[in-house]
């Protein structure tokens, strides 16, 4: 379900944000330790992917990597602060 700014919203959101964790797991070589240095063409396959299951826009894809930047931006402050310890 979409709010009007077409938004992924409610249970929904939580549920594609679980799906895309263990897809990725499943999809992705453990050899990237980096998301960056996925291939391009790996990426797109993965996107078409949840495209297709959770009917989703082109602005999801932009709003779900700010959301994941701003989580791993968050940890790394955590392990930071934990680490200065």
């Known amino acids: 379900m979409y709010n009007s700014y077409e938004v992924l919203v409610g249970k929904k959101r ?6 895309i964790g263990v897809i990725v797991q499943e999809r992705v070589l453990i050899i990237y330790d980096d998301w ?6 790996i990426k797109e ?3 078409t992917h949840f495209q297709e299951t959770f009917k ?6 932009t709003q779900e990597k700010s959301k994941a930047a ?8 955590v392990k930071m602060e934990i680490d200065r310890r």
């Open 36 to 41: 960056r240095k996925v291939p391009l063409d």
């Open 56 to 61: 989703l826009s082109l602005k999801a894809k």
């Open 70 to 77: 701003k989580e791993k931006r968050a940890n790394n402050i």
């Open 45 to 47: 396959m993965l996107w």
């Open 14 to 19: 939580n549920d594609l944000r679980n799906y």
